[in-house]
């Protein structure tokens, strides 16, 4: 098969899965519904069963979907999502930690290196002054809820790398490693975007699936700013809210 054609194939494996993703949705389909057939699919997109067949597989990985033998696929129970209470006073850890639902940490990388523009901007250091790139995948039951950096100046966190097992988030390494005051939150950032590749493997998610970011630096007093932190969330299963007052 040429390159071509299996670019054919893909885009048509793609548009099975957002079509039936906006059938769920648009039909609010109720949990344990059952999805149209393989055969109406696959007349529907002019392909094939295995084309079919692996848009399906990938719903199923997603959660989406549950199939019974001989009877089909059926619309799964749907998550309820976490509502993150943005807290000044909080860091992204502390604040997953105060609800009683069963949060996961994964240490991706602990990278010293050389800082961005937007590094040095955001945490009003100067270009060469390295820093420490924290990068991890926080999870809900075991499913990848998101992608979060930290990005700390070296200065503050020495040999940070051999204190990150048991990873509790960076204010506790914060206040019981370094023994800082704690942080405060002093900018705020929300954005929606697209997953990028790497986001799609980690977080199990297709291509469409919005992406929910916030970014936030947290200073200390008589210190500066200390962390440059970006979380990249699942926009099915992550919803945002902010008060001010």
Request: glycine share 4%.
């Amino acid at each position: 098969m040429n390159i071509e054609n299996n670019t054919n194939i893909e885009a048509t494996r793609r548009e099975i899965i957002s079509y039936i993703r906006s059938y769920i949705r648009e039909n609010e389909l109720k949990e344990n519904d059952k999805l149209p057939s393989e055969s109406f699919l696959t007349e529907a997109f002019s392909t094939n069963r295995n084309t079919v067949r692996s848009a399906l597989a990938t719903l199923k990985a997603q959660g989406i979907i549950y199939s019974q033998k001989g009877k089909g696929f059926f619309v799964s129970a749907r998550p309820q999502p976490l509502v993150y209470r943005h807290d000044n006073s909080l860091g992204f850890s502390e604040i997953l930690n105060n609800g009683t639902r069963n949060f996961g940490s994964i240490i991706l990388s602990v990278e010293l290196k050389s800082p961005t523009h937007k590094d040095c901007e955001m945490l009003k250091i100067a270009p060469g002054e390295p820093v420490y790139y924290l990068r991890q995948l926080r999870t809900i039951s075991g499913q990848g809820l998101a992608v979060c950096l930290s990005v700390i100046p070296a200065k503050f966190v020495p040999e940070l790398e051999k204190h990150t097992d048991n990873f509790k988030g960076t204010n506790n390494i914060f206040l019981n490693v370094y023994h800082f005051p704690h942080p405060v939150c002093t900018w705020v950032h929300l954005e929606a975007s697209l997953p990028t590749r790497k986001e799609i493997e980690l977080l199990n998610i297709s291509d469409n699936m919005p992406i929910l970011q916030q970014e936030n630096v947290f200073v200390v007093t008589d210190m500066g700013a200390i962390e440059y932190f970006k979380v990249r969330a699942r926009g099915d299963m992550f919803h945002f809210s902010m008060e001010f007052i």
